[in-house]
């Protein structure tokens, strides 16, 4: 049977293989929030108690690759978070494609509200800690507030359960996608290194070889996967932040299945019409069988592929892991109000909690007002306002950058103290804005749904 051009599946012809990824990245992102938070707590509580050396030499565990003469080794938080994470930039970067090719940031319509919306979110926060701490030596912590947990944030949403529109879930979903996509270009462009040379030109090198691969239609995930792990090494090397290769990795991964939809269903009718229904054992329906699960690889993409074997993985595992490495906050020396009051942590705080609200509201109101963009159907600018709240939930990403900010350095305390405060009052007044809406108009609710 002649077989249709490839091309990029689109939305319009796989709805339901759509929305089916948006409930399974929802439900990993909303539960895995909970195993992040009591990681988060066991870190605090570990850090505070009398295995407090315990904890720290855990982190500064040397961990070695050698390979006859080569040897590369470095503490254990280092592969946490320059290693582990680079798995979660991967997963990031597949789920910012896949919103551009078919979701939420596939045409200029649907791209333009999160997108102004995540622009704000990230400007104002940035604005805020400027003018408390533009004249002073942690004035580049300014990318710490601009970063919205995406787990967390789904995860205050989904308390509500279904009494909130499925509309208003994916707005915020693609919102902090796209405020990944700029957290991910402020670490690049601002949090990296000297550069050295040779190892920045051979990471291009590698990159063209992906590329050239993704054109050629090389679609072995050993392929993507060896590559992928010298990009990680040479990005390491070259002064760029080790984690943008995860972006860059994924950006490369195709995209295209082997057949088309239209050429899927017909080859898979055909299949199935040699089933014998009377008996699943025998040789003829077997060979179907196989032939059909043959047919089911063939129109999946690898980026499907990866992304879905990745989000369970991510969800409970490196981002609890990342949360236990970082969140663990040393408070026995700490002088809890001045630390309250230095700028940093008044930067950050209000930055989170103000910053956020403010600008995520304000560009989305322009957006609409002057016609750039569109509400989703059945969303009120009310409810972006509560959504708004909750994108000041910080946490990982924003943890993330200020180690990448400040390291080790004892401001660093501050700092977390500031995330985690901040992370928590955004949680519970962007949740009880939120319930207040859609409380009243549950009844009401759900008979508009199922229209």
Same mark, same amino acid.
């Given at each position: 049977?002649?077989?249709?051009?490839?091309?990029?599946?689109?939305?319009?012809?796989?709805?339901?293989?759509?929305?089916?990824?948006?409930?399974?990245?929802?439900?990993?992102?909303?539960?895995?929030?909970?195993?992040?938070?009591?990681?988060?707590?066991?870190?605090?509580?570990?850090?505070?108690?009398?295995?407090?050396?315990?904890?720290?030499?855990?982190?500064?565990?040397?961990?070695?690759?050698?390979?006859?003469?080569?040897?590369?080794?470095?503490?254990?938080?280092?592969?946490?978070?320059?290693?582990?994470?680079?798995?979660?930039?991967?997963?990031?970067?597949?789920?910012?494609?896949?919103?551009?090719?078919?979701?939420?940031?596939?045409?200029?319509?649907?791209?333009?509200?999160?997108?102004?919306?995540?622009?704000?979110?990230?400007?104002?926060?940035?604005?805020?800690?400027?003018?408390?701490?533009?004249?002073?030596?942690?004035?580049?912590?300014?990318?710490?507030?601009?970063?919205?947990?995406?787990?967390?944030?789904?995860?205050?949403?989904?308390?509500?359960?279904?009494?909130?529109?499925?509309?208003?879930?994916?707005?915020?979903?693609?919102?902090?996608?796209?405020?990944?996509?700029?957290?991910?270009?402020?670490?690049?462009?601002?949090?990296?290194?000297?550069?050295?040379?040779?190892?920045?030109?051979?990471?291009?090198?590698?990159?063209?070889?992906?590329?050239?691969?993704?054109?050629?239609?090389?679609?072995?995930?050993?392929?993507?996967?060896?590559?992928?792990?010298?990009?990680?090494?040479?990005?390491?090397?070259?002064?760029?932040?080790?984690?943008?290769?995860?972006?860059?990795?994924?950006?490369?991964?195709?995209?295209?299945?082997?057949?088309?939809?239209?050429?899927?269903?017909?080859?898979?009718?055909?299949?199935?019409?040699?089933?014998?229904?009377?008996?699943?054992?025998?040789?003829?329906?077997?060979?179907?069988?196989?032939?059909?699960?043959?047919?089911?690889?063939?129109?999946?993409?690898?980026?499907?592929?990866?992304?879905?074997?990745?989000?369970?993985?991510?969800?409970?595992?490196?981002?609890?892991?990342?949360?236990?490495?970082?969140?663990?906050?040393?408070?026995?020396?700490?002088?809890?109000?001045?630390?309250?009051?230095?700028?940093?942590?008044?930067?950050?705080?209000?930055?989170?909690?103000?910053?956020?609200?403010?600008?995520?509201?304000?560009?989305?109101?322009?957006?609409?007002?002057?016609?750039?963009?569109?509400?989703?159907?059945?969303?009120?600018?009310?409810? /972006? $306002?509560?959504? &708004?709240? *909750?994108? #000041? +939930?910080?946490?990982?990403?924003? !943890?993330?950058?200020?180690?990448?900010?400040?390291?080790?350095?004892?401001?660093?305390?501050?700092?977390?103290?500031? /995330? $985690?405060?901040? &992370?928590? *009052?955004? #949680? +519970?007044?962007?949740?009880?804005? !939120?319930?207040?809406?859609?409380?009243?108009?549950?009844?009401?609710?759900?008979?508009?749904?199922?229209?």
């Amino acid at each position: 049977m002649p077989r249709t051009k490839k091309r990029p599946y689109s939305v319009k012809k796989t709805p339901i293989i759509i929305a089916r990824a948006f409930q399974s990245f929802f439900s990993h992102s909303a539960s895995g929030g909970i195993i992040l938070l009591l990681c988060a707590i066991i870190a605090i509580i570990w850090i505070n108690s009398d295995l407090t050396e315990s904890y720290k030499s855990l982190l500064a565990t040397n961990l070695a690759f050698k390979v006859n003469d080569f040897e590369f080794s470095e503490p254990l938080v280092l592969w946490i978070n320059d290693g582990l994470m680079a798995i979660f930039f991967l997963a990031v970067g597949l789920e910012i494609k896949r919103e551009f090719l078919v979701g939420e940031l596939s045409s200029r319509k649907k791209a333009v509200l999160p997108l102004a919306a995540a622009l704000g979110g990230m400007i104002f926060p940035a604005l805020i800690y400027a003018a408390f701490n533009s004249q002073t030596e942690f004035h580049h912590g300014w990318g710490i507030p601009t970063a919205t947990d995406i787990a967390f944030a789904l995860g205050a949403l989904a308390l509500l359960g279904n009494r909130v529109p499925v509309g208003l879930k994916v707005f915020l979903a693609a919102l902090a996608i796209a405020d990944d996509l700029g957290a991910v270009l402020v670490i690049a462009l601002f949090y990296s290194q000297g550069l050295a040379l040779f190892f920045l030109a051979a990471a291009a090198v590698i990159t063209l070889l992906l590329l050239a691969g993704n054109k050629l239609n090389i679609r072995s995930l050993w392929f993507y996967g060896i590559l992928g792990i010298i990009l990680w090494f040479l990005m390491f090397k070259s002064g760029i932040h080790a984690t943008v290769a995860g972006v860059v990795l994924a950006f490369t991964i195709p995209a295209r299945p082997r057949i088309s939809a239209p050429a899927f269903a017909s080859e898979a009718k055909a299949v199935i019409g040699e089933v014998d229904a009377e008996n699943i054992t025998t040789g003829q329906t077997q060979d179907a069988v196989q032939q059909l699960e043959s047919l089911c690889d063939s129109v999946q993409t690898p980026l499907q592929q990866i992304e879905h074997g990745l989000q369970p993985f991510v969800s409970y595992l490196i981002l609890p892991v990342f949360s236990l490495a970082n969140a663990g906050i040393y408070l026995a020396d700490t002088d809890i109000f001045a630390a309250y009051s230095n700028t940093v942590t008044l930067g950050i705080m209000l930055g989170l909690v103000f910053g956020k609200v403010i600008g995520v509201f304000s560009f989305t109101w322009i957006s609409v007002k002057f016609g750039i963009a569109e509400l989703p159907s059945g969303i009120s600018m009310r409810n /972006i $306002f509560g959504v &708004s709240w *909750l994108c #000041g +939930i910080g946490f990982t990403m924003s !943890l993330f950058v200020a180690g990448l900010a400040f390291g080790e350095h004892q401001i660093i305390t501050n700092t977390k103290l500031g /995330i $985690f405060t901040a &992370s928590l *009052l955004a #949680g +519970i007044i962007g949740f009880l804005v !939120l319930l207040r809406q859609f409380t009243p108009q549950a009844k009401n609710l759900k008979p508009r749904i199922s229209q």
